[in-house]
Nanobody, 111 residues
Framework: QVQLVESGGGLAQPGGSLRLSCQAS????????MGWYRQAPGKQREMVAT???????NYGDSAKGRFIISRDNAKNTVYLQMNSLKPEDTAVYYC?????WGLGTLVSVSS
């Protein structure tokens, strides 16, 4: 059974950085597309970034130029480096693998 556990969320100041991690268990991690999504209060969940097993990346408009998704297949872990954070980045960030979702980690950006 696939389990996804996010970590690394917290409070950041505008312009700051945070690094999220998602530890995955089960289910052929190295060949799976992994993704980060986020959901802000009152808004729909949106794609932040995805990465294929071979390292091909795709970013949502809000993440382009500021966030970097990466993965370590030896550790079954996917990362999201978030730079130049803005208050509008405040959301719960979820790790995704196919039909499986983590419980999310809260990122708050505020001065």
């Amino acid at each position: 059974q696939v389990q996804l556990v996010e970590s690394g969320g917290g409070l950041a100041q505008p312009g700051g950085s945070l690094r999220l991690s998602c530890q995955a268990s089960g289910g052929f991690f190295s060949i799976s597309v992994m993704g980060w999504y986020r959901q802000a209060p009152g808004k729909q969940r949106e794609m932040v970034a995805t990465i294929s097993g071979g390292g091909l990346t795709n970013y949502g408009d809000s993440a382009k130029g500021r966030f970097i998704i990466s993965r370590d297949n030896a550790k079954n872990t996917v990362y999201l480096q978030m730079n130049s954070l803005k208050p509008e980045d405040t959301a719960v960030y979820y790790c995704n693998k196919g039909t499986f979702w983590g419980l999310g980690t809260l990122v708050s950006v505020s001065s």
